[in-house]
């Protein structure tokens, strides 16, 4: 730190933080732990950002739905937030959205990585594989590789 210069308060530092993007609370107190004086001080300051609506979990739910939810399935996106210590009424609503439109968003992920149907076993399981990592439901992998929504396509486009 330059010579003359006050160090940031805790406030300042998770203002800092929150300026760029949403936190849950766990997750801006293990980056706020390494700078605060004492246990008490850290829990004032984020009480005092939650009580001012700076700091808010239902906020940080809805951000990582929005960034994660075209390109994961509800699975891995509830596996993420549940490791921020999230009860399940404030995950609930927007995981009950993401299940809703699953089937959709699998089949954009599977038309931008592979957009034709699996010519073999081998490529069947791949495809499979591809969106199980991606945290898709089991169900949804197999409508998706299976080609239900192709006789759709095909009944819509005639």
Known sequence: MPAGRQ???LEARAL???ARREY???????RLVPHAP????????????ASKKLLSDQRFVESVVRR????FGTARIRHEL???DLSAEQLEPALQALKASEFDRALEVWRKRFGEPPDSRESRARQMRF???????PEVIRRVVGGLHHEADDISNA
């Open 131 to 137: 969106l199980a990592g991606r945290g898709f439901a």
């Open 7 to 9: 160090p940031r308060s």
């Open 38 to 49: 004492d246990a008490e001080t850290l829990e004032a300051v984020l009480d005092r950002l």
């Open 68 to 71: 994660r939810a075209e390109r």
């Open 16 to 18: 800092g933080f929150l």
């Open 82 to 84: 549940r490791a921020h």
């Open 24 to 30: 849950s609370r766990v997750e801006l107190r293990a």
